[in-house]
């Protein structure tokens, strides 16, 4: 499994009309590399969930172009949307597990309505062992720690095999040391399996370990930093916008 370009051309969002319009996402351009961690830091409310949830075709933009992968998912209709969105994987902040789902049912969920080359439960306890949940299949999320459940998320965002995983703050609601554990857990994911990752954070520890960080304000990218160690090698600073 490899992971996937992400492009967007002057990407523009709105929320709402005439002078309430909210300007969500403001002509955004950036081109991320595949198979990279990238982090998307920035206030509460300066559009990090905006850009995961356009990239993520959960809305659409009112201007601009967003190509992933040789898909330009600006142009593909329902169908090709429904297509590109099982290439996904999507983790958030508060789990969004089934309360009523043992673990297993709610990692393979994704998975479930759709006809596959592998078998969905073998492959569901593959998950659930890789992210240190082996025998925990039949508990159910209210049995579970905030660590752990947010462990069966990832799970559950791999189980397609996704080229690419979206994290809306991953680890916001997570102690200091689970929100340790649950990067190291993504950072060894994107090493064995090679996706593109994008995590909206607030935590600087997040940004730390990643490739390469945009800073949101007022949904532009008003900083863009490639980490010195990057597997880019890229120089440190590309870009950084006047604001
Ligand atoms: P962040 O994730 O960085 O907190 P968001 O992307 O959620 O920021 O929000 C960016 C801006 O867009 C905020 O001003 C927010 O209030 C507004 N916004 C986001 N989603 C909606 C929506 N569905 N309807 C109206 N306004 C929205
Ligand atoms: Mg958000």
Do not use: W
Not at 10 to 31: E, R, S
Not at 76 to 82: E, H, M, P, Y
Not at 178 to 196: H, K, P, V
């Amino acid at each position: 499994m490899t992971g996937v370009r992400v492009e967007l051309a002057g990407v523009t969002k709105l929320y709402g009309t005439g002078v309430d319009a909210i300007v969500a996402a403001n002509d955004v351009t950036v081109n991320i590399e595949p198979s990279s961690i990238t982090a998307i830091t920035g206030a509460s409310g300066s559009g990090k969930s905006t850009l995961l949830h356009l990239i993520g075709a959960i809305e659409a933009p009112d201007k601009g172009r967003i190509r992933v992968g040789k898909k330009e998912i600006t142009s593909v209709g329902t169908r090709g949307l429904v297509k590109y969105r099982r290439t996904l994987g999507f983790v958030f902040q508060r789990y969004h597990l089934l309360p009523t789902l043992s673990a297993l049912d709610n990692v393979i969920a994704p998975v479930l309505p759709f006809r596959t080359t592998f078998d969905k439960a073998a492959r569901g306890r593959e998950m659930l062992d890789l992210v240190g949940l082996g025998g925990r299949e039949n508990a159910l999320p209210g049995q579970l720690s905030g660590g752990q459940q947010q462990r069966v998320a990832i799970a559950r965002a791999l189980v397609g095999q996704p080229t690419l995983l979206l994290a809306d703050e991953p680890t916001g609601s997570l102690d200091s040391v689970t929100c340790a554990a649950t990067l190291d857990l993504l950072i060894r994911i994107r090493a064995e399996f090679g996706m593109t990752m994008l995590i909206a954070t607030h935590e600087q520890d997040v940004a730390a370990l990643a490739d390469r960080r945009l800073h949101v304000r007022d949904g532009r990218i008003v900083q863009d930093i490639v980490a010195d160690d990057s597997h880019e090698g890229k120089a440190s600073v590309e870009a950084v916008a006047a604001d």
